[in-house]
């Protein structure tokens, strides 16, 4: 936005300047959540997971989550921009987003694509050196039968290989690092960060500016243009339901002046859900086989030469499959972690190992973000109501990934390894058993979406041809809560061609 120097931008972030250490190291990702980085989100209890809270975190920083992920480049499916085009987005379809993703991205191998990028800000690479442990899952993969799979972007997801990541020379680039950093200087960009906003201010139907808390102190700003709302899948309906934007009974009930009644505000929340099965093995092997020496010498090589196994994000041996015959595309994301870990790391195993990430990709459940209270302090109510499709399709694929798991573990290419498969899903044997693991043990890989989701029907938050928010002046919305449904990829690279059209209806 600030490429243009007649326009003034004020950048708001509620997190602190500069990047950490662990955010910058790929290997360190993990060590940010439940940090002051964190926003320290969790599920409200989940009735088909056993009553369980489940984690989701997200980056509290400039570049937001992209600070603090994984750093995996995946797009979604042709069918899946094809499918919100067909639900009232017109101008959305695999056709017309492309050039979008192409915009922003620097993929020197695969340059010569018709699909890729070359000369964008983001660069999107090979991971430079991959554990064997990595290679060897990858190859059990080809001999359980998917096919590698050399450019997972291409519009056919299908097969194992490895991901490609944003990275460059070795530490994590993203929103903050490619797209920010290279203009702050700018003069006519501001970026004021520990500013959490608390209130959009609105006058005869026009959004006009925002209060925010800083250092504690109440601060306003005015924008004489329009503001765009970039706080993420919770944040954004957080705020616009603060505002008074919303569904009116809702508002009403927690004693909110209703400004704009919006009913889609919050509804039609979607993520992916993992479910993870891990193998331990007495042989050393992989980064869970490594003395706490050895992770230190990394950490070393790492902070001497931006190489070694620090600069791995251990996200990258994948690939998509179908959990059960008869499915017209992948309905799973698969990955061969080197390590036997538990909850992303929060929980390691005393030995090395592997853990199979099977993510549900296209869920047919969804959920809602609603107030608790009227004090932004206070976080919203999250719930993504996982596993409530009444035929039971999530459940089905999500026990099939658990036997794919099971599949790849048994080739002869692993065999060396002895490996065994650890408590609790190692004691699930029959389909019933293997779903009561589901429910007792998913968690979230961190993909909320659709909470202003865009469209022309009654509950759509967003115009799909402006994402200005519907019925209301001065107000835009850029983020991943503005997505029809999710997509079947990480969520990452569809946030930044969603922010790249933003921009450009901005310039119109
Ligand atoms: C641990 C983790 C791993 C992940 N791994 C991957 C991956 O490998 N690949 C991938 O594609 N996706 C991954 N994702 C998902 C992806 O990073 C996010 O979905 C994506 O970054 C969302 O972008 P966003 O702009 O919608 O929101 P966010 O990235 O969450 O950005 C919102 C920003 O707004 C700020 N903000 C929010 N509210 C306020 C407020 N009231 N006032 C001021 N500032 C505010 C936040 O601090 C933040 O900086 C991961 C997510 C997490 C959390």
């Known amino acids: ?62 570049g937001g989550s992209g600070s603090t992920n994984a750093l995996v480049y995946m797009r979604g499916t042709p069918s899946d921009y094809d499918r919100w085009r067909s639900k009232g987005c017109e ?60 450019d997972f972007n291409s519009g056919d997801q299908y097969g194992c290989g490895f991901f490609q990541v944003f990275m460059k020379d070795g530490e994590r680039d993203g929103p903050a690092t490619a797209f920010l950093d290279p203009v702050r200087a700018r003069p006519n960009l501001t970026v004021v960060t520990s500013a959490f906003v608390t209130r959009l201010l609105v006058e005869n139907g026009r959004v006009r500016g925002v209060e925010y808390l800083r250092n504690g102190k109440p601060e306003t700003a005015m924008a004489d243009a329009e503001v765009v709302l970039a706080g993420g899948t919770i944040n954004t309906p957080h705020l616009m339901m603060l505002s008074g934007i919303g569904p009116a009974d809702h508002l009403t009930e927690h004693g909110i002046a209703v400004v704009h009644d919006l009913p889609g505000v919050g509804q039609s929340m979607q993520d992916h859900l993992n479910c993870v099965v891990t193998f331990v093995t007495n042989e050393k092997f992989g980064i ?14 790492w902070s001497d030469s931006r190489t070694g196994p620090m600069a791995n994000p251990w996200s990258t041996s994948g690939g998509h499959a179908n959990s059960r015959p008869g499915l017209a595309e992948p309905d799973l994301q698969i990955y061969g972690i080197a390590t036997p870990h538990r909850d992303h790391a929060r929980y390691m195993s005393t030995v090395p190992g592997l853990s199979m990430f099977n993510v549900l990709q296209r869920p047919k459940s969804s959920g809602t973000l609603t107030l608790r209270s009227a004090d932004p302090l206070m976080h919203p109510a999250i719930d993504p109501n996982y596993l409530s499709d009444p035929d039971g399709e999530d459940m089905r694929s999500l026990v099939g990934g658990v036997e794919l798991s099971r599949g790849i573990a048994a080739t002869k290419t692993l065999a060396p390894l002895r490996l065994r498969e650890a408590f609790p899903s190692g004691e699930a044997k029959t389909k019933e058993e293997i779903a009561q693991f589901v429910r007792a043990q998913c968690q979230s890989i961190y993909h909320p979406t659709s909470t202003c ?30 997505f029809p449904d999710v997509v079947a990829s990480n969520i990452m690279a569809t946030v930044l061609m969603v922010a790249e059209r933003g921009a450009d209806f901005i310039q119109q």
């Not at 060897?136 to 359980?144: D, H, S, T």
Request: proline share 8%.
């Open 288 to 301: 869970g086989g490594m003395t706490a020496a050895e992770f230190e010498q990394a950490t070393a090589e």
């Open 453 to 482: 989701r865009m469209g022309t029907d009654d509950m759509a938050v967003t115009d799909p041809a402006t994402l200005k928010v519907r019925g209301l002046d001065g107000l835009r919305i850029c983020d991943a809560s503005v």
């Open 1 to 62: 936005m600030s490429a243009d120097e007649n326009r003034k931008v004020l950048l708001l972030e509620a997190g602190p300047d500069g990047m950490p250490v662990a955010a910058r190291m790929p290997g360190a990702w993990i060590s940010l959540i439940d940090t002051e980085y964190d926003w320290k989100y969790h599920t409200v209890p989940q009735a088909n997971c056993l009553g369980r809270r489940i984690a989701w975190p997200r980056g509290k920083l400039l």
């Open 91 to 150: 101008g959305w379809g695999w056709d017309d987003v492309v050039p979008w993703f192409r915009k922003s991205e620097n993929n020197p191998r695969l340059a010569e694509s018709p699909v890729h990028g070359s000369s964008g800000e983001l660069p999107v690479v090979d991971v430079p050196d991959h554990d064997p442990a990595e290679e060897l899952w990858v190859e059990a993969a080809q001999e359980y039968g998917l096919p590698y799979n050399p």
